[in-house]
């Protein structure tokens, strides 16, 4: 098996990730990713899909983080490793897909508007 290539993305996040067989070192940026998520929610959502299916430390990844914050960049992480798991293997996809591992979070911050304070809050109103 070649290095598999897939892309995961969440808010404004992009996570770039490149998987082989080995023994399960995961590196987000050049550094280890328990590091580079300190929180012990964080490095659960990047492992998540390997202990869905049952099979952690057969696959070495290395990904390329940008863009967004910590959670988002977490959770496009997560994404990507359930797409290429189901490169992997076509039956892991229902057991993921179950879990919602399989679907990219559409929500988006929403823009600014003309004429408005933010994108819902307007200005105060002075009826004199």
């Known amino acids: 098996m070649e290095i598999i290539n897939t892309i995961g993305r969440r808010k404004t996040a992009v996570a770039r990730i490149y998987m082989k067989p080995g023994t399960g070192i995961i590196t987000i940026n050049n550094r280890d990713y328990k590091e580079y998520f300190n929180t012990g929610t964080l490095q659960y ?5 390997f202990e869905i299916l049952g099979n952690q430390g057969s696959f070495d990844i290395k990904a390329n983080l940008d863009g967004g914050g910590i959670t988002g960049q977490a959770e496009a992480i997560r994404l990507a490793i359930s797409r290429a798991l189901c ?6 996809r229902p057991p993921l897909k179950a879990k919602g591992l399989m679907k990219r979070d559409p929500r988006m911050v929403e823009r600014k508007k003309p004429g408005q304070k933010k994108a819902r809050k307007k200005f105060q109103f002075s009826k004199r």
């Open 87 to 92: 490169i992997v293997d076509a039956e892991n």
């Open 45 to 49: 959502i990047v492992t998540q899909p």
